[in-house]
C-alpha cells in the first residue's frame, strides 16, 4: 500500500474532527434556539394562564361581591322584618297593658263604690240591729207581761204551760204524721201489690213444679202375709239384721201385706227399702244375703243422688258447682219440710228467683244459685249439729262458693240482715215456694198452736175487745173498742202488732194483721 500524504493524512484525520465540532456547534446552536423558542413558548403560556387567572380572579371577586351584597340584602331586609314584627308585637302589648291598666281603673272604681255601698249597708244594719235590740227588749217586756197576765188568768206556771204546749202539739204532729203515714202507705202498698203481683204472677206461671209429699216412714208391699215370717227369721234374726245393716225400725203388725219402715233420715229408709224389696223379690233372706243387698242398695241409691243433684243443676241452669256439693245437693230427693219435698223447693226458688232477678235487673246467676243451695243445710241437719242455715253457711264456705251466695244462704231465713238485693229475691221466692197453697202441710198441733199464739199476741194489747184468726192463721182480725181505740191508734197497733209477729212466730208466708174498729150508735123508739 502506498503511503499516505501529510495533506491526506491530515484530511483523514481532522477532517471528521472539523466535522464533530461543527456539528457539535451546529447541534448546540439548534439545541440553543429550540430552548429559545420553548421558553418563548413557556412565557407565552404562562403570561395567558397569568391573565386568564387574573380575568378570573376578576370574575370570582365581582360573584363574591354580588353573593355578598345578596346575602347582605337579604340580611338586612329579615332583619328589618324582625324589627317589624316585634315593634308590631311591643305595639300589641302595650295595647293590651293599656287596656288591662283601663280595665284595673274600672275595677279599681268599681270596688270603691262597693266599698262605699257597703260601708253604707254596714251603717245601715248596725241602725237595724239597735232598732231590733230594742224590738226586742220591748217584745221581751211585752211577753213577759203576757206571761204574768196568762199565768194569772190560767192559774198555771210558765213550764205547765209549755208542758201542755208540747204536749198538744205533739198529739197534733201524731196525727199528721199518721195521716201522712195512711197516704204514703195506702200508695206504696198499691204500688207494691200491683208490682208484685205482677211480678209473682209471672215466676209462678213460668216455674210449676210438682211437689211429692214424703213423711218419716216408707211403706214396702209384700206378695203375701206368709213373707212376713221369713223377713222376721228365726228368733228374729233376719229383721235384727236388716235393722243393724240400715239403722231403720221395721214394724211389722197386723197391716194386710205390707211393713213399714221407720227412720228420721231420708237416705237410710231409701236405703232399707231398696234393700228390703229385692230380698222379697229374690226370695232368698239371711243375714249374709242381707248385708249383700244393703251394700247394693247403698250404692244404687248414691248414683240417684247423684243423679238427682246433676238433674237439679240442669233445670236450673246452674253449673260449676263441687262434685260433692252436687251429691250433698242430691240427698235433698229424700228430704221433706212440712211435706214438701226440699230439692224440688230448691228447683222452684231457684227458678223463680232467676225470673224476678231477670224482672228486676239483678244478676240472675247469683240469684239462682243462691235460689239452689239455700236450704243446702238440710241434707245434713240429721248429722251436724245447728241448724240448717249455719250448716249451709258452712258448706258453701267449705266448697268455695262466692260471699253472694254464702250471704243468701245466711239470710233467707233472716238470721242476717239481707245487704243485696239477690237475698232479697231468694229470701222472697224462699216465702212464695213455701207458702202457696198446697206446698206444704203441718200437722194438726202446730196448727192450732199458731193459730192460738196469734190470738194471745193480739188480745195482750189494751183496747182489744176479741180477735180471731182466719184463713189458716193467714189473717188475725182485730176488733178493738172504739172509745179507747181511735183510727190513729189503730193504726199505730196493726204495725206494732205485725212487728210483735215476726218477732215472735216462725211461719210460712204472710199474716195479714186487720185492725177492726167501728162505731155503733143504738137508741130505742118508745
Known sequence: MALLSSTEVVLYVFLPIIGLIVGAVVGIVVFKMIQTKKIGDAKQTANKMIEDAVNEAKDLRKTAAKEAK????????????????????????????????????????????????????????????????????ELDDANNRILDEIQHISQMTKEEAKAKLIDAIRDEAKHDAAKMVREIDAEAREEADKRAQKLVALAVQRCAVDHSSEITVSTVALPNDEMKGRIIGREGRNIRALETATGCDLIIDDTPEAVVLSCFDPIRREIARIALEKLISDGRIHPGRIEDLVEKAKKEVDVKVKEAGENAMYETGVFGLNPELVRILGRLRFRTSYGQNVLRHSIEVANLAGIMAAELGADVALAKRGGLLHDI??????????????????????????????????????????????????????????????????????????????????????????????????????IVKPEVIDDVKALYMSKEIAKQIEQDMQYPGQIKVNVIRETRAVEYAK
Open 70 to 137: 345578596e346575602q347582605l340584602d337579604k340580611e338586612r331586609n329579615d332583619l328589618e322584618r324582625k324589627m317589624r314584627d316585634r315593634e308590631s308585637n311591643l305595639s300589641r302589648q302595650e295595647q293590651r297593658i293599656i287596656q288591662r291598666e283601663e280595665s284595673l281603673d274600672k275595677k279599681e272604681q268599681a270596688i270603691d263604690r262597693k266599698s262605699e255601698e257597703l260601708d253604707n249597708q254596714r251603717n245601715s244594719l248596725a241602725q237595724k240591729h239597735a232598732d231590733a235590740d230594742k224590738l226586742k227588749a
Open 377 to 478: 243445710g238440710k241434707a245434713l241437719d240429721h248429722e251436724i249439729e245447728g241448724t240448717h242455715v249455719s250448716i249451709g253457711v258452712d258448706v258453701a264456705k267449705k266448697y268455695k262458693e262466692s260471699k253472694g251466695v254464702v250471704h243468701c244462704i245466711a239470710a233467707h231465713h233472716n238470721d242476717v240482715e239481707p245487704e243485696t238485693i239477690e237475698a232479697i229475691i231468694v229470701q222472697c221466692c224462699d216465702a212464695i215456694s213455701g207458702a202457696r197453697p198446697g206446698a206444704r202441710r203441718e200437722s194438726l198441733d202446730n196448727y192450732v198452736k199458731r193459730l192460738e199464739k196469734l190470738e194471745e199476741i193480739a188480745n195482750s194489747y189494751e183496747g182489744v175487745e176479741k180477735s180471731f184468726a182466719v184463713q189458716a192463721g193467714r189473717e188475725i182480725r182485730i
